[in-house]
């Protein structure tokens, strides 16, 4: 069987850079980079979630569904904003 766990480990690098550009594309006044930040946001959601089950980081994994409830919520906002 192989051994995923330094690949596992290696996840929270992307996470966080993808964490760090979507909070930047959100704060545009442009509606396409929102767009894009709430997809980048969800992308980095999943790779959160995907590196708290393999270190059993518990109340991180909680925290991910919720942020990801929201940013669901703001992408739909963002999709019927007029700017």
């Known amino acids: ?17 993808a964490t760090v550009a979507a909070s930047w ?15 980048l946001f969800l992308l980095s959601n999943a790779l959160w ?4 089950f393999h270190t059993q980081a518990w109340a991180l994994l909680v925290l991910q569904f919720c942020l990801a409830a929201m940013n669901i919520r703001g992408a739909r906002k963002n999709d019927t904003a007029d700017a």
């Open 49 to 52: 979630v995907v590196w708290g």
């Open 1 to 17: 069987m192989e051994d995923w766990s330094p690949l596992l480990d290696a996840i929270q690098w992307p996470a966080m850079l």
């Open 25 to 39: 594309l959100v704060t545009s006044l442009n509606k396409g980079r929102r767009h894009t930040g709430f997809w």
